[in-house]
Every structure is written in C-alpha cells, then in structure tokens.
C-alpha cells in the first residue's frame, strides 16, 4: 500500500465545518514546511514512505506553495499531493501551475452532497461549484501537460453530516473523481448502515471507496496518509 507522509502547512483545517467550531487559521513558515519535507525524503524509504502529502491548511492560500512543491519534487518522494478545499483550482492557472510544480495528487474534500449544504457547512458561497469546475480543469490540464494526476474525494463527515456520507459519495461520483477518501474529522465511527450505502453507490459507478469506517466492509486501502506534523 502506498504511504504519504502527512506534512501540514498551518493550523485551521480544510472546509472545516462551521458547526464543529472553526480553528484559528494560520499558515506555518515555509523553511519550516521545506524542512520537515527535506528530512522525510532523506529516509523516506526507511521510514515507508513514498510520498509526500500537504495538509492542514488551505494550500492556495500559503505564500510558499510554489517553492514548497517544487522542492519537493526534486527530491526522492515518488509522488507529490495536497489536499484543498478546491475553491482555487476553478482557475485553470492554479490549477497548471499546481501540476507543473509537480503535484500529481490533489485531495479535494466536500463536506456536504450538494451546493446548498456544502457551501453552508463551509461558510463559502460557490464553493461546491468550485470543487466541480475544479475537477474538470485537473482532467483537462493534466491532458494538455501530458502527465497523470489523480483527484481523490475526500468526504469530510462529522458529527454534523455523517449521515449526509452517501450523498457526498454520490456527488463526487458524479463530478468524476478518481477515487473517494473517507475521512472522519470528530463524531467517532461511520455506520455499518451508511457505509454499506455509501459503497453501494460508489462500487457501480467504478470509483474505488476508502478510508475511515469502510475497509472493514471491502478491504480496499488505495493509500494512507500519516501525519507527521510540520
């Protein structure tokens, strides 16, 4: 199984819930960031790791990010991801320059099923259309570029929306992600009930579905992510 060495560019979170209580949002230096990565790459095979990635605040809204993934991608992690709310990549110039810098996996998390309740969840207007036009431009930049970039959902569930779960699957079937990360922020464990729907949804429309609360029911782990601070 593949295994991404978490580094997080701040404090804050990524389309935090509103309703879970939103953490102060502060980005971390980029000598630090670029430290922490540069140490992992030196051993990352000995610690099992094969890529690299960056979490924990919004990524397009860190000073350091073109230089922070361009270092990266010079050194020895095989693959290179960011997880984002997925506002930024509505512009198909963050969303080239993002995949010329190196990044070949990006993590693009929704929190609710549909624009009314994702965008209320978040506190941000437009943003699950955002996430949409998004996903396009990575398929249509990485086309152009000639190179392969994965997009991962990432159904962000809480307390406040765990059971909104198969309709965040459903969505991002439907937007066309490669795949489909669950990630539980607080609230504890997913439903048996709502994970098996969730798969149900997921397994027709050939999207592979993984994560927190579902590898008991289909034993599929794509990728890991262990965070490893900043």
């Known amino acids: 199984m593949f295994r991404f060495a978490g580094i997080q560019l701040g404090s804050g979170g990524i389309a935090p819930c509103l309703n879970c209580g939103a953490a102060e949002k502060e980005p971390y230096s980029t000598a630090s960031v670029l430290a922490k990565s540069s140490h992992l790459s030196k051993d990352c095979s000995l610690q099992g790791f094969q890529g690299v990635m960056f979490d924990g605040f919004e990524p397009f809204e860190h000073r350091g990010l073109v230089e922070i993934i361009t270092e990266s991608a010079n050194s020895s992690f095989e693959r290179i991801g960011i997880q984002t709310d997925g506002g930024a990549l509505s512009s198909s110039d963050n969303t080239r320059g993002s995949i010329a810098a190196g990044v070949r996996v990006f993590e693009v998390v929704l929190t609710g099923g549909d624009a009314r309740s994702h965008d209320e969840r978040t506190g941000i207007h437009g943003l699950f259309d955002a996430v949409v036009l998004g996903v396009e431009n990575i398929t249509a930049v990485s086309l152009q570029l000639g190179v392969s970039a994965t997009v991962v959902g990432i159904a962000a569930v809480c307390s406040h929306n765990i059971t909104e779960l198969p309709l965040i ?39 592979a579905l993984f994560g927190d609360g579902m590898t008991r029911l289909n034993g599929v782990r794509l990728y890991s992510v262990v965070e490893v601070g900043a």
Do not use: H, M, N
């Open 169 to 207: 699957v459903g969505a991002f079937c439907r937007i066309g992600v490669d795949a489909i990360r669950v990630e539980i922020r607080s609230g504890g464990q997913v439903p048996q009930a709502l994970a098996k729907q969730a798969y149900e949804i997921a397994t027709p429309a050939g999207v």
